[in-house]
């Protein structure tokens, strides 16, 4: 299969060779980090997961796979906490995706499953996120409604989808393609946030086969993407959530509107903007096109640029595949 895949004329073809029942688990490890404006970095959260990759159907043009999260860390404790009562409400169930015959993602096939497991958990996830933070004497505000609201925002279908292809998504976008080793190739894509009242965007991105790092056993694949994202663009995303939260105070036709004149007036004069810069390298077996292993570095700053209040935060992901010794 190897021998397939690395072309006589210096191209590599990037091909899934996967049967039902095939599975491998993976270390995946994400760091969120901040580095302010005097360059002092601090780790925000770290996370360590084994996921489970196994497939579970196949037909002439695709196949289907199922992804599950067998062990989670979190030293963030609020994220321990979320993922705790996730798993108590039943709230971790596998993924299900679909591949097309050479194993490029395709579709996510559950959300629908996905969707009333979060919403199942939301309650209990508001209750608990009250209790910890000490919230329950907010006067005048409706904390309960509030966080139920945000919740129900995030638990949108098409918000999950995009957390999902952004944990996988690159584990797969070099299948299906044949390449010439070291030339760039380059398309726009869409950038899709996972935060309510942020548009979808478009981002540029560069992909390329590493020849130093490439052989007949596997080969390295790299892509850059970049995109600036707007002052009204953070505008919108920044506005939903006043919104939200003026919904929930007494007076909260005239709070909006003083919130939304407030926050006007406060960045008028500000030059603020967003750079989001990503790189990722992926490793992936020729003979089998199984990944077997991924960085992911993403890097966002942001601020007042003409100031000094400048903020970095990068956070990065590496995936290994578990292979026995």
């Known amino acids: 299969c190897a021998a397939a895949q690395m072309m ?3 191209t590599v073809q990037f091909v899934a060779y996967w049967n039902v029942g095939d599975k491998y688990q993976y270390n ?15 780790i925000l959260k770290r996370t360590t997961e084994i996921v489970e990759f196994e497939v579970v159907a196949q037909t002439d ?19 321990q906490l979320i993922n705790k009562i996730m798993m108590e409400c039943g709230g971790n169930i596998p993924v299900l995706f679909t591949t097309t015959a050479l194993g490029a993602l395709q579709s996510i096939d559950n959300i629908p499953e996905l969707v009333e497991a979060f919403t199942k958990a939301a309650d209990p996830l508001v209750q608990a996120l009250i209790r910890e933070k000490g919230l329950e004497e907010v006067e005048g505000f409706d904390m309960q ?3 139920q609201e945000i919740l129900k925002q995030t638990a949108d279908p098409a918000i999950i989808q995009n957390a999902i292809v952004e944990s996988i998504g690159r584990l ?13 190739y380059d398309f726009e894509e869409p950038l899709n ?30 892509t850059y993407t970049s995109a600036d994202i707007s002052k009204e663009t953070l505008m919108s995303a920044i506005g939903t959530y006043a919104n939200i939260s003026a919904d ?19 960045v008028s004069d500000i030059s603020l903007e967003l750079n989001w810069e990503q790189y990722t390298s992926t490793e992936i077996h020729l003979g089998t096109g199984w990944p077997l292993r991924h960085y992911q570095d993403k890097y966002v700053r942001g601020g007042d640029t003409d100031s000094e209040y400048i903020k970095e935060k990068i956070e990065s992901m590496y995936i290994e595949i578990i292979l026995p010794e």
């Open 61 to 79: 043009q695709s196949y289907q796979v199922k992804m599950t999260t067998k062990e989670s860390t979190h030293s963030d404790p609020q994220s």
């Open 193 to 222: 946030f996972m935060i309510p009242g942020v548009e979808q965007l478009t981002a540029k991105t560069n992909f390329w086969v590493d020849g130093e790092l490439t052989d007949e056993y596997s080969a390295v694949c790299r």
């Open 248 to 266: 929930h105070m007494e007076n909260s036709d005239s709070l909006k509107t003083a919130i939304n004149e407030a926050m006007e007036k406060a």
């Open 28 to 42: 995946f490890e994400s760091i969120s980090k901040e580095i302010n404006a005097q360059g002092d970095t601090s």
């Open 8 to 10: 006589p004329d210096s």
């Open 145 to 147: 409604g509030f966080l």
């Open 172 to 184: 797969f976008f070099f299948h299906g393609a044949r390449l010439d080793i070291d030339h760039t």
